[in-house]
C-alpha cells in the first residue's frame, strides 16, 4: 500500500465574514459567458491543486493536440480545512491565507477555469484540532457545518466539495471518536442544500467507511469518489456506478510516466470514467500528462504558458 503524500494546511483564519460576503454577491454564480470548451471523449479527469504553493490557473493551461479539449475537467482547490472552535464546541470552517487568497481573487483565479468549462470544487481537511466529518454530536451540528460549506460555494461561486478525512485527529480538545451518523447526516444535509453542485469523496479516513446509518446510505448522493493512494490502483469502496469511480491515483512528476499511462490504460480498459492526478505545479508538465492522456483520450496533451 502506498501512502498519501499531503501538505497540511494549517494557518487557520476564519473565511466566512460579512464583508466577503458583501464583496462577492456579484459574483456568487458560475455561469459567465465564455465559448464552450472543446468536447472530448472518455474518462473525467481530476487535478488537485496544493495552492499553498502554486495556481490555479495551471489546470487550465493543458489542452488535447487533438481537437484542443480541456485535459482536466474538475480543478480541486487543496485545501480548506475542518477546525474545532474550543469556546463554541464546534467545527468550524477555516481557510488559510492562501486558500482564502483564491477565493478573495474568484474573478481571476476561478471563473477563467470555469469559462473554459472546467468545474472547480473545494477539498475540505482535517487540521489535527479534533473536528472530522465522523464525529459531529448531533444531526443539528453536522447541519450547521452543511451550511457553512454550501454557504461558501455559493458566495465563491464553487462547483462544490470534496471531503478529504485525513488529519483530524479525533479526540483532541475533547472532541469524540468517529460514529455511525455523523457523516450521513452531514452529507444528506449538504446534498440538500445544493442539490446540482459536485460533491467528491477523498475514499479515506472514518467518514469514507460511515456511510450508511439509520436506514439511509449516502453513497449515491456523491458524484465522485476516488483511490487515495497515488502510483496505485485501488477501487473505492463505494455503492456508485464505475462511472463515478477513479481507482488510479497519480501524483503528477512523481508517479513514473509509465505507471501514469498503465493506470490510464486500465481505467479504460476496465470502463472506469474518473482518473485522479495530484500536484499539478508550474511546470510544464506536459510530457507527464501526455502519458496518461494518450491512453484516455489518444492524444498528446499541449502546455500553454
Known amino acids: 500500500m502506498f501512502t498519501p503524500v499531503r501538505s497540511r494546511v494549517r494557518t487557520a483564519v476564519l473565511a466566512l465574514s460579512a464583508a466577503m460576503a458583501l464583496a462577492f454577491g456579484a459574483t456568487a454564480t458560475t455561469g459567465a459567458a465564455a465559448a464552450p470548451a472543446p468536447t472530448k471523449q472518455g474518462p473525467t479527469s481530476v487535478a488537485y491543486v496544493e495552492v499553498n504553493n502554486n495556481s490555479m490557473l495551471n489546470v487550465g493551461k493543458y489542452t488535447l493536440a487533438n481537437g484542443g479539449g480541456n485535459v482536466f475537467d474538475v480543478a480541486v482547490i487543496f485545501a480548506a ?3 474545532y472552535d474550543t469556546g463554541a464546541k464546534a467545527a468550524t ?4 491565507e492562501n ?31 479534533g473536528a472530522g466529518f465522523a464525529n459531529f454530536p448531533s444531526q443539528q451540528a453536522a447541519s450547521t457545518f452543511a451550511k457553512q460549506l ?6 465563491y461561486g464553487l462547483d462544490g466539495i470534496d471531503f478529504d478525512d485525513e488529519y483530524a485527529e479525533y479526540g483532541n480538545n475533547g472532541t469524540g471518536q468517529p460514529n455511525a451518523s455523523s457523516f450521513v447526516y452531514l452529507v444528506s444535509a449538504l446534498r440538500a442544500n445544493m442539490p446540482d453542485k459536485i460533491i467528491s469523496l477523498y ?5 469514507a467507511s460511515r456511510l450508511s446509518y439509520g436506514g439511509v446510505d449516502v453513497s449515491s448522493k456523491f458524484d465522485y469518489a476516488w483511490n487515495p493512494y497515488y502510483g496505485s490502483w485501488q477501487v473505492p469502496g463505494i455503492a456508485l456506478p464505475k462511472s463515478k469511480l477513479s481507482p488510479a491515483a497519480v501524483e503528477i512528476g512523481r508517479t513514473s510516466q509509465s505507471t501514469a499511462a498503465d493506470l490510464a490504460r486500465r481505467t479504460v480498459g476496465e470502463g472506469y470514467g474518473v482518473y485522479l492526478t495530484y500536484n499539478l505545479d508550474g511546470a510544464d ?16 496533451a499541449v502546455y500553454a504558458p
Request: aromatic share 6%; charged share 15%.
Open 93 to 96: 470552517l477555516y481557510f488559510n
Open 285 to 300: 508538465r506536459s510530457a507527464d500528462v501526455s502519458a496518461f492522456t494518450r491512453e484516455l483520450y489518444g492524444s498528446d
Open 150 to 155: 454550501s454557504d461558501s460555494v455559493a458566495r
Open 81 to 83: 480545512n475542518i477546525n
Open 203 to 207: 475514499n479515506i479516513g472514518p467518514a
Open 99 to 129: 486558500v482564502q487568497h483564491v477565493l478573495d481573487n474568484a474573478a481571476t483565479q476561478i471563473r477563467p477555469l470555469q469559462q473554459q468549462g472546467i468545474k472547480v470544487v473545494l477539498s475540505v481537511l482535517g487540521n489535527h484540532q
